[in-house]
């Protein structure tokens, strides 16, 4: 279009400019701050520009833990957040999509009902059924364990809602020539729904993947025992020191650590996830 | 005084694509200028260029004598009728016209006076408080030009606004279009693909091809001396029959080429289907082609009959366009003629007209 | 929502469905019920007599100046957080759709933020304004300004705030980018023709129609901020000090750690539910009105 405004796009570079800086800013410092050492940080000496500690902290966060605070290995809870975000994805996937399959290519009672039930749980988080559920997760003898962290995590809606919306775009000549072809439902989810699928599919595991790493106060309550806390929860174990002894350093590497898995998928993944937040949307 | 003049207009894009090449022609006020060739031809660009919606590469445009190359397109005192019509789909049918006005800071009496005559002109006088969405397309058709009338621009520029729209309803709005057009007296450039289309509303007739001109003129001189091959064969339907015939080398089943001025280099000979009648078996034509076809098809629809035969058995498709009802078997091979006059012939390699007197 | 075609299996569909089912009720239904049993139960501490209460634990919860401050606080940080996540985020995604060159390098840049979890967020910026050695603080000091989140509330209150809307900006920009590119560009250019100004195009076309994005963004952040935030919460200020930073949410945690009354927390859950339930029934009762273009 002709626009007689010559620094509308400079303006507007500006602004994105300004955003990028204000959102990468702190990472950057965390970086900056995990390459140096304690001393330095103390000192108020932190400069812009990264120290020669990296491999030194890392290494000591990965392999030894910290000195004060939990002396736990973070390589450990970084395995576990993986165990527990990849547990997440796979097992919401999984269900979702047999639900979603069940609900769309089946008529049967009480369809609408199952249906109901299984939207409502969108609209509450596990902040809000917290205490209830550790007791049931107690009960069962499943604190402090992998299927404690992972189970009760896959109870909502979101991925099946995707799922389901994703199955009404496909084509209705496409059952009818499965049908025909004498495939039975199974046959037809197999040959045929899931290839078409791979995106959604492809999709989902990355916002579930992301949603399992990032819990916090789940985990914060089921785990107790050192070995079995996420990445995210180390971090908080880093701080938990009174301020003059906390090692900075090696919690801002455990930061840059705990971000790095889930950004890297993200960047990596950055269209087709892109894609399933939209559609969550609709 | 609306006249819109392009002077050596040219548009490239990033890359170095060039979509539109030195086009120069001027629409006189009050004219419909209709612009149609081909998709990609660069026909919407011209008019996007014109509208301001893209900017100008190359030459000037002026519209009412003002140079508006780098004016925007709210100052260039137009209105549009887009292809998928572009209403606001928030507003009732009576914002959607009077947003133009309200942007203008109409006065509110006068905004109620032009939208309640162009709803007149179009009878939506029913559907003023509906949303666009609860109109069916026709209906919508009709707002997206009750828009571009209130605002009583110099000029109308249409793109392809038909398209959407089923056959019987083009028809309708096409004469509704004219119509309108001629009582309001606006100059209009409307852009399209269908020949017949432009042919039925065009006074002036621009036919374009890969970003350049072929053509202009009146609809029916073009149809009746195509200045081009590709014009010859864009106008009229079903299109002219084009033979490559070059000297000493005539193909099977065609005679009166001697008489024909055919250079040595050859040419490619055209004759449109209803010039070409059933001759008499045997006997050459007094002044003129005769082709002799194998006919593999034939269409009575009633009105006309459509021949579809091969040159000399194995050459060239050819139809022929009879008046009424014509007994001709599929698998015989008959004669066909054409006067002289009705015969056209194009330079083999510029495709440029050549005289045939 | 129907097919055309369907499967007819009697057992199949109920198989199918059997695990997250299962696994909702169990760990869904189940708790929230509970949940809302609880609320109206009397427990002493170790759990062994339980009294039905009715409605005394609701009561007590709203004579209790701690829990009005709590819902003060979710309120303001909401609020707070809410405009400022979905100001910003408007901002930079009008920029990023204008097809500028590298526009692709910006989004990319403005997405990734998506992948960082809430608690990590708020040690980000915790470690910047840390009051002994935080790089930022320092400089705030240096205005005259005595910079202390952990005594003053007003500070603890601000380093969430900018904490929680850092983290969210990403996800409201990459819906608010998609929204605008699915406006038709030829309804801009016809409001360009009509004599729209930017301006004028932008508050009188394109917002319109990007108020089922941000509708349901407002929702979404709103959940967000009484939700997700507690990771933020507990790594940086611990609720205080004095009960400042202490959200609904929080408050449910903190309550409930101090193996005291299960009840009193049981309520504050289920008055949880009922605000988010309320929430999500409010968009959709808009989206339904507003939207069907």
Known sequence: MVENRPWADFVSHLILIMGVLVVVFPVYVAFVASTTTMTTIANGQLSLVPDRHLLANYVQVLFHGTESSTKQPMIVPLMNSFIMAIGIAVGKIFISLLSAFAIIYFRFPFRNTAFWVIFITLMLPVEVRIYPTYKIVSDLHMLDSYPGLIIPLIASATATLLFRQFFMTVPDELLEASKIDGAGPLKFFKDTLLPLSITPIAAMFVIQFIYGWNQYLWPLLITTRDNMQTIVIGIQKILLVADALTEWQLAMATTILAMLPPVIIVVAMQRLFVRGLVETEK | MAEVHLDRVGKIYAGDVRAVRDISFAVPDRGFCVLVGPSGCGKSTLLRMIAGLETVSEGEIKIGGRVVNRIEPMDRDIAMVFQNYALYPHMSVYDNMAYGLRNRKTPTAEIEKRVAEAARLLELEPFLKRRPRQLSGGQRQRVAMGRAIVRQPQVFLFDEPLSNLDAKLRGQMRVEIKRLQRRLGVTSIYVTHDQLEAMTLADMLVVMNAGHVEQIGDPLHLYEMPATLFVAQFIGAPPMNIIEVSPGAAPAGIGGLDTLPIPPAGARLGVRPEHLMVAANGGAPADGIRLELAVDAVEAVGAETYVYGRLGGSGPAITCREAGKVLIAPGTTRAFAAARKDVHLFDATTGQRMAVA | MEKRTVFSGKLLPYALLAPQLAVTLVFFYWPAGQAVYQSFLLQDAFGISTQFVWFE????????????????????????????????????????????????????????????????????????????????????????????????????LALIIVSATWKQISYNFLLFLAGLQSIPKSLIEAAAIDGATRARRFWTIVFPLLSPTAFYLLTVNLVYVFFDTFGIIHAVTRGGPAGATTTLVYKVFNDGQAGGDLGISAAESTILMLIVIALTAIQFRFIERKVNY
């Open chain 3, 57 to 156: 634990n609701y009561q007590y919860l709203f004579a209790d100046p701690a829990y009005y401050q709590a819902i003060l606080v979710t309120a303001v940080f909401a609020s707070i957080v809410a405009a400022a996540a979905l100001a910003l985020s408007l901002l930079l995604a009008v920029q990023a759709d204008r097809a500028l060159t590298g526009a692709g390098i910006y989004k990319t840049l403005l997405i990734w933020p998506y992948a960082v979890a809430p608690v990590v967020a708020g040690v980000l910026w915790l470690f910047m304004f840390q009051p002994s050695l935080g790089m930022l603080a320092k400089d705030i000091r240096i205005l005259g300004y005595d910079w202390n989140p952990y005594l003053h509330s007003g500070d603890a």
